[in-house]
């Protein structure tokens, strides 16, 4: 690219962003350089700006080009690259930047999720660059060598690439804990055939290779010194209705496939929105509420096709195949044993009758006891005990609303746990049946417009009115629902007032439509849950165990203390049983500021403390399992993976 060529380009971005950018953006000179710097580095990278779950659709220089730094999640990682002087101006980095129109798509997706605006980044981006090659920086030429050469060759020449500006956003994620690795190379091969030439190629040269999907895996997991095989291109999805399955390839995330399935009246089992479901299979075997009844593991589907590590493939369901069914517990990191290139999803049929309802209770002890009560008697289809800290930040819509909104469901309700249950007409009266007094699908949707209302007096008043000493018991009466709406004024307007003026109609028009307070949509579409990271990312500890109250109550106790002695945010996060109620999978959390480097020191320490305490726990008892020991063994059988 000539100079006068470069500056041509770049004359235009300021033209192109003045017509597209949504009003805000209109106005960024008087954003501190910091804060633009700052929440570019706090970009959470759970890639939901590569989903279109809020039907704005997805930025288009992302759907074309593919390589994460095409989308807002690696421009952010691209900008901060270079305010940081990390990475050089390449030739990518021009096309990266020149793509972006600056339209807004990704600031209604990331504000949904994390509150942020990265279109300010990718202004920031623009003004960057413009203002860098004005005071005569160079643009600088990545040579291409022999692997590349040769990689290019299999894959077309735009898919395998050493451009500092695309491999900068391969190589890491807020992980507190791993090494990060800059890969050489990032390659997106487009089929199977590829996948195994490519494979081939980097074996017989030494290199070494990562698969990755979305990279949402956020525990340092798709990194790698030598090549990052992104398979986002390969996007198939065929439905095999005569056989209740679809199979879909490794470039498929769990939104698109859902939104396809239901529109034929199927659920597939699917977790993370924006996870790929081959990665999601492959990393945990992809658990959820709905793992009560669809389970985990190898229960999710019907087979696999894989390339081995050889370049060779092979299916699950011949006879030769490694037996991927198998599940080793041991504290050795596990790498992926091969590549998987398709999985055949179960389709799971919905009854026109299933409903959601919210169970309350005032401890864990009791919410424990009603989700194994009905997961032993196969009453219900999906049921999570969630904490306040998930029920409140994933009802609203800002960071301060889910403080005050936790303060009200934990303390003022006094409700510290609720299940969530969704079932079909005849669970819900088996529910009802118990006795538990419930948070009805009406109510609830009262409740999420109302949120803001949730403090009022004139609430407060009419719970304290109508109590009469049984917990809840306000909401078994026939007007509570009608009492609530006079009380709350329940509307999308009042649940937006907090979110930015120039975005607030967007979502007022986003609230008002039914899937948002439809509880079966929400925990079947789960477009809220990557919110329970939005002031801080955390660290999971996930485990497989009985449910045991005393043992569960013991081993919180103790992941409290730790997180206490290193003054960290931990927090319940969701319980949900398992193996017809024998087990649970539950998820135990410790937050921390990843720009804070005294506390990520700690969060190091904590994490490490708290494995050791799951460890010795494990021990103890033979029947814990925890996740991290058998991440890429999703494909495993469950009884293997429980039992033995
Ligand atoms: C907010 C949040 C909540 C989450 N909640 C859940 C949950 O409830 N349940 C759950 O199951 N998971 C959950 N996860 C974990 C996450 O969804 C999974 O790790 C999922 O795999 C991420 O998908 P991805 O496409 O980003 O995978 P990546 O991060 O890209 O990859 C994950 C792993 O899979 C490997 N891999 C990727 N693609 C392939 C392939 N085609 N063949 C072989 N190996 C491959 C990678 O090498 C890596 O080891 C959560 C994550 C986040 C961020
Ligand atoms: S939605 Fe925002 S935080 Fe999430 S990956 Fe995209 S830019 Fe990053």
């Known amino acids: 690219m000539t100079r006068e060529a470069i500056m041509d380009t770049v004359s235009s971005w300021q033209i192109e962003g003045n017509s597209n950018m949504h009003e805000i953006n209109k106005s960024e000179a008087a954003i501190p350089i910091n804060d633009i710097v700052t929440m570019a580095k706090s970009c959470r990278h759970y890639a939901m700006c590569k989903i279109d779950f809020l039907g704005t659709g997805?930025?288009?220089?992302?759907?074309?080009?593919?390589?994460?730094?095409?989308?807002?999640?690696?421009?952010m990682d691209l900008y901060a690259a270079l305010v940081d002087k990390a990475i050089p101006v390449t030739e990518k980095c021009m096309e990266i930047t020149e793509s972006c129109n600056l339209c807004g798509k990704c600031d209604y997706q990331c504000y949904f999720v994390s509150e942020m605006r990265p279109s300010k980044v990718m202004k920031a981006l623009k003004d960057h660059l413009r203002n860098y090659l004005k005071r005569g920086g160079t643009v600088v030429q990545t040579k291409e060598d022999k692997i590349l050469a040769e990689m290019k060759g299999i894959v077309g020449d735009f898919w395998?690439?050493?451009?500092?500006a695309i491999r900068i956003s391969y190589h890491h994620d807020l992980c507190p804990?791993?090494?990060?690795?800059?890969?050489?190379?990032?390659?997106?091969?487009?089929?199977?055939?590829?996948?195994?030439?490519?494979v081939k190629l980097l074996n017989s040269h030494g290199v070494p290779y990562v698969v990755r999907g979305n990279g949402a895996s956020s525990h340092g997991l798709v990194f790698s010194e030598g090549a990052v095989l992104d398979l986002n291109r390969m996007k198939t999805i065929e439905f095999d209705e005569k056989s209740w399955s679809v199979k879909v390839g490794p470039g498929v995330a769990a939104f698109t496939v859902?939104?396809?399935?239901?529109?034929?009246?199927?659920?597939?089992?699917?977790?993370?929105?924006?996870?790929?479901?081959?990665?999601?299979?492959?990393?945990?075997?992809?658990?959820?509420?709905?793992?009560?009844?669809?389970?985990?593991?190898?229960?999710?589907f019907v087979n696999a096709e894989f390339v081995s590590k050889n370049g060779s493939f092979f299916n699950l369901n011949d006879i030769d195949a490694p037996n991927l069914f198998s599940s080793n517990n041991s504290r050795a990191d596990h790498?992926?044993?091969?590549?998987?290139?398709?999985v055949s999803m179960k389709l799971h049929p919905v009854t026109d009758d299933e409903e959601g309802v919210l169970v309350p209770f005032e401890a864990l002890d009791a919410a424990l006891d009603f989700a194994r009560n009905c997961a032993v008697r196969h009453i219900g289809l999906s049921i999570g005990i969630l904490g306040g800290e998930f029920v409140s930040t994933f009802l609203a819509p800002t960071k301060s609303l889910a403080a005050v909104a936790k303060d009200i469901f934990t303390r003022k309700l006094g409700m510290p746990y609720i299940v969530l249950f969704i079932g079909d007409k005849y669970a819900l009266r088996s529910v009802r049946d118990m006795g538990h007094p419930v948070i009805d699908q009406k109510l609830?949707?009262?409740?999420?417009?109302?949120?803001?209302?949730?403090?009022?007096?004139?609430?407060?008043d009419l719970l304290g009115e109508l109590s009469d000493g049984e917990p809840f018991s306000y909401l078994r009466l026939s007007h509570f629902g009608e009492l609530a709406e006079l009380a709350l004024a329940p509307s999308p307007a009042q649940l937006t007032q907090d979110i930015d003026p120039d975005l607030r109609s967007f979502f007022e028009e986003l609230?008002?439509?039914?899937?948002?307070?439809?509880?079966?949509?929400?925990?079947?579409?789960?477009?809220?849950?990557?919110?329970?990271?939005?002031?801080?990312?955390?660290?999971?500890?996930?485990?497989?165990?009985?449910?045991?109250?005393?043992?569960?109550?013991?081993?919180?106790?103790?992941?409290?203390?730790?997180?206490?002695?290193?003054?960290?945010?931990?927090?319940?996060?969701?319980?949900?049983?398992?193996?017809?109620?024998?087990?649970?999978?539950?998820?135990?959390?410790?937050?921390?500021?990843?720009?804070?480097?005294?506390?990520?020191?700690?969060?190091?320490?904590?994490?490490?403390?708290?494995?050791?305490l799951l460890d010795e726990y494990s021990e103890k008892t033979g029947t814990i399992r925890q996740v991290r020991y058998v991440v890429n063994q999703g494909c495993?059988?469950?009884?293997?993976?429980?039992?033995l």
């Open 444 to 460: 609830f949707a009262t409740l999420s417009h109302g949120l803001t209302a949730l403090n009022s007096a004139k609430w407060l």
């Open 511 to 612: 609230y008002s439509r039914a899937e948002m307070t439809d509880l079966i949509w929400l925990n079947t579409f789960r477009i809220q849950s990557s919110r329970y990271c939005r002031e801080n990312p955390c660290v999971a500890f996930v485990c497989y165990l009985p449910i045991n109250n005393v043992l569960i109550a013991e081993i919180q106790g103790g992941l409290r203390a730790i997180a206490a002695g290193h003054h960290l945010k931990d927090e319940f996060g969701f319980i949900t049983p398992i193996d017809s109620g024998k087990r649970c999978v539950w998820e135990y959390d410790y937050y921390f500021n990843h720009h804070d480097p005294d506390e990520l020191a700690r969060i190091r320490q904590a994490t490490h403390e708290a494995g050791a």
């Open 160 to 164: 395998a690439t050493n451009d500092l």
């Open 335 to 342: 790498g992926a044993l091969a590549s998987c290139v398709s």
């Open 177 to 198: 804990h791993v090494i990060f690795k800059l890969p050489e190379y990032v390659v997106m091969p487009n089929s199977r055939e590829e996948i195994s030439a490519v």
């Open 58 to 75: 997805v930025c288009a220089s992302g759907l074309e080009k593919q390589y994460v730094s095409f989308y807002p999640e690696g421009r």
């Open 258 to 300: 859902q939104s396809e399935a239901r529109k034929r009246g199927y659920r597939v089992h699917t977790a993370e929105p924006a996870a790929l479901i081959c990665a999601n299979i492959m990393t945990s075997g992809l658990l959820s509420t709905f793992s009560t009844t669809y389970g985990i593991s190898a229960d999710n």
């Open 636 to 643: 495993c059988r469950k009884e293997n993976l429980l039992y």
